[in-house]
T-cell receptor
């Protein structure tokens, strides 16, 4: 069965400090991985996906198949990054998403 | 353009009553998904529709849950004989297709409270 684990429920960092959100997955097939973000009072939205290999809002994530991880990183956190972040695994057929439990990021001034 | 919309935004019901939750996907999106966000279970997949194909109901937690999609557009999620454990935020998402490269766009959700 596929599973996504985000070990940290809460990450609190100061503005300008680096932030790393951990995500580990288990899946027997070829994974499609995503990071979704939910800002306060806003709807869930896609932040980035591994297949695009892009940087969005300064965030990057690298898929490490050996460690089955897809950690999200940003070198200099900003206050506007405070939000709930979800790592998600998409099945190739139908792209049903399996979400991790989420990590709340709080960036302090 | 308009995003995914859901109604009602909040629904309070009594245990044992039936409820219907509505989702209007983005125009032209052929794929529609329902997810549930609850304190105990996090975000979990319920059901998805793709075009005229039979829906994938593999995530529905019990036979009290059903969903339909009329005319390839609007979808209704129905919960019969609601229980307190059904209390959650029900999210709808749509995408152009169901390939993993297709972004799922989420609605604002319906918060269901079963008393």
């Amino acid at each position: 069965a596929q599973r996504v684990t985000q070990p940290e429920k809460l990450l609190s960092v100061f503005k300008g400090a680096p932030v790393e959100l951990k995500c580990n997955y288990s899946y027997s097939g070829s994974p499609e991985l995503f990071w979704y973000v939910q800002y306060s009072r806003q709807r869930l939205q896609l932040l980035l996906r591994h297949i695009s290999r892009e940087s969005i809002k300064g965030f990057t994530a690298d898929l490490n198949k050996g460690e089955t991880s897809f950690h999200l990183k940003k070198p200099f956190a900003q206050e506007e990054d405070s939000a709930m972040y979800y790592c998600a695994l998409g099945k190739a057929a139908g792209n049903k998403l399996t979400f991790g439990g989420g990590t709340r990021v709080l960036v302090k001034p | 353009g308009a995003g995914v919309s859901q109604s009602p935004s909040n629904k309070v019901t009594e245990k044992g009553k039936d409820v219907e939750l509505r989702c209007d996907p983005i125009s032209g999106h052929t794929a529609l998904y329902w997810y549930r966000q609850s304190l105990g279970q996090g975000l979990e997949f319920l059901i998805y529709f793709q075009g005229n194909s039979a829906p994938d109901k593999s995530g529905l937690p019990s036979d009290r849950f059903s969903a339909e999609r009329t005319g390839g557009s609007v979808s209704t999620l129905t919960i019969q004989r609601t229980q307190q454990e059904d209390s959650a935020v029900y999210l709808c998402a749509s995408s152009t297709r169901t390939a993993s490269t297709d972004t799922q766009y989420f609605g604002p959700g319906t918060r269901l409270t079963v008393l």
